[in-house]
């Protein structure tokens, strides 16, 4: 009580002095008002509402109606929550402001979901070393699925040959390009590993980048600032970042989309593997699983004893890479 | 007396050192990865032992697929579907052209013409381990037949397969060998061993990678 009143007679603005001379202007006058606080709470608010307005006002004598709209999407959209903290009804505005946002500008329509995990699934994934031959379909499905940046050649897969005999990455090369697979060489491929311990998570200033219940390491993109702590954090190079407006040709674009997902991303912005989150928790397998021809590539739920996934657990000998850091990578790799 | 101080000094400095450690071990405990984590994800797993819920999705396999088989009797490995191959086959039934005895057919064989089935070049196994009988038989061309010459349908390559490559078919029917169609949630169907395996030449084929490699000449931007 003592506190606020201290506060109120600071606020308090004191008369100015009635200036002498010629009569002053508009501004002037404005500027020199005697103003009580409560006034000038009435006259801020009024200046947002009146700010807001302008925005619309802008559209209006000179644009269609569709601009209009889209003007207003955005500026929803611009305010919408972080997608942890919105309610389902919330979820399904952002999805649906996203939908027709798309159709104002292209004509086409998308389909984004904002599905929610499904109970007692924990996606795991393994990935035989011995069957990899190096043939790259995962790559190409995981960039047409997940609407990647064409113009900077973004791709969450990255296959690394290696020569037989060792494991280093570092001997590694991800950049080849000739027939594969090559004499006396293996292959990995790398990609997000959606870690039960994940470091990318914790650094991130406005927790734009979370696991979910069922395991996904996910990112919001309208929530990311692009700080790219996230990258720096991550031991496995697994986070790209949008230098520039992501180029995606409308005819290969996936209308099948997720809030979490492959929605279309902003320039500025990290995005990463999610396991296809639009494809899993639909049932389906990630994109690079459906299009491996050699079947090396395993995805399945860890708490389904009957799974795939934790048949080549129980009875292969599985490895995971920098296991020492602690980050409990679910993504295991193993030879026949 | 000097010595004494420089031995106190020595002390203290020891004693400083000591408390450090004490420091670093206490935040490592309590901070960086955290054990408890790690323990917590492979038990998780470990104590999974309950059959899974319904998900609440099913899986679909693409049409092109066509009809699927039940394979059963797979030690501790719950029955699961495989694709049925006799659809695939381009001129199936066999019986269609064998009407006869593989001995009859190959007196009908003509010198100035091409063999029957001359494309077929076996790259499997060495002429001496095997030949187009040791799978295919002399009797009913409609069946594969094991070494003891017991009849296999074509719809179940993996009985043949499995006389062989015993870890390859144990390793398919537990789900590290070989590919799921559909998706991860159930029923479970696996593509048959025939389905990426060419019998006659199995090893898969040298090829170029789907997409550009940075060390292209054709790479965007190089």
């Known amino acids: ?336 | 007396m000097a010595s004494l101080r420089l031995r106190k000094r020595l002390l203290s400095a020891l004693a400083g050192l000591l408390a450090m450690m004490q420091v670093g071990c206490g935040t490592k405990a309590t901070h960086g990865p955290d054990g408890a984590s790690r323990a917590s994800l492979l038990s998780l797993v470990r104590n999974a032992n309950e059959p899974a819920p319904d998900p609440g999705v099913q899986s679909a396999i693409p049409a092109r697929y066509g009809e699927v088989t039940r394979v059963e009797g797979f030690p501790d490995q719950p029955p699961f579907n495989t694709v049925a191959r006799q659809g695939h086959l381009e001129t199936y039934p066999c019986s269609q052209c064998h009407d006869k005895p593989l001995a009859g057919m190959l007196a009908l064989r003509k010198k100035d013409q091409p063999n029957s089935h001359w494309q077929i070049v076996q790259k499997h196994a060495p002429e001496h381990a095997m030949s187009c009988q040791t799978c295919h038989g002399a009797g009913d061309q409609d069946k594969l037949v094991t070494l003891t010459g017991q009849a296999v349908s074509m719809d179940a390559p993996f009985q043949v397969c499995a006389q062989c490559h015993s870890t390859q078919v144990n390793d398919w029917a537990g789900g590290a060998h070989g590919k799921r169609l559909g998706g991860w949630a159930p029923p479970r169907v696996v593509e048959n061993c025939t389905g990426c395996h060419n019998p006659h030449a199995p090893a898969f084929e040298s090829r170029w990678p789907a997409v550009l490699g940075k060390g292209s000449q054709n790479y965007p931007g190089r």
């Open chain 1, 1 to 336: 009580m003592r506190m606020s009143r201290k506060i109120d007679e600071l606020v308090q603005i004191q008369p100015a002095p009635a200036p002498e001379g010629p009569a002053r202007s508009g501004v002037e006058q404005l500027l020199n008002m005697q103003i009580d606080r409560r006034t000038a709470v009435a006259i801020a608010g009024t200046a947002l509402a009146a700010g807001a307005g302008l925005l619309n006002a802008a559209f209006n004598p000179f644009g269609a109606p569709e601009a209009k709209e889209k003007a207003k999407l955005e500026w929803a959209e611009f305010f919408q929550g972080n997608f942890q903290l919105m309610s389902e009804d919330e979820k399904s505005d952002a999805v649906r402001r996203l939908e027709r946002l798309y159709e104002l500008e292209s004509g086409k329509s998308i389909r984004v979901s904002a599905d929610g995990p499904r109970e007692r699934v924990l996606y795991g994934y393994a990935f035989n070393v011995s069957r990899c031959e190096g043939y790259m379909d995962c790559v190409r499905a995981c960039i047409q699925e997940n609407n990647q940046d064409r113009a900077s050649n973004m791709a969450y897969i990255r296959i690394h040959e290696h020569q037989k005999g060792e494991i280093n990455f570092e001997h590694a090369t991800d950049d080849f390009y000739h027939e594969v697979p090559a004499a006396g060489h293996f292959y990995i491929g790398t990609q997000c590993y959606h870690c039960q311990n994940p470091p990318c998570t914790k650094v991130c200033p406005t927790q734009a980048t979370w696991m979910e219940p069922d395991g996904i390491v996910v990112v919001d993109y309208n929530w990311c600032i692009g700080c790219r702590y996230c990258m720096a954090a991550c031991p496995y190079d697994a986070r790209r970042f949008n230098w520039t407006d992501p180029v995606v040709p409308e005819e290969e674009l996936n209308p099948n989309q997720h809030y979490l997902g492959n929605r279309l991303r902003k320039k500025g912005v990290v995005e990463k593997c999610t396991f296809c989150i639009q494809r899993s928790r639909n049932g389906q397998s990630p994109a690079c699983v459906e299009a491996c021809p050699t079947g090396a590539r395993i995805f399945g739920n860890l708490l389904d004893p009957d799974s795939e996934i934790r048949w080549v657990l129980q009875n292969k000998k599985v490895f995971r890479l920098k296991e020492d850091l602690g980050t409990e990578p679910k993504f295991w790799y193993f030879m026949d």
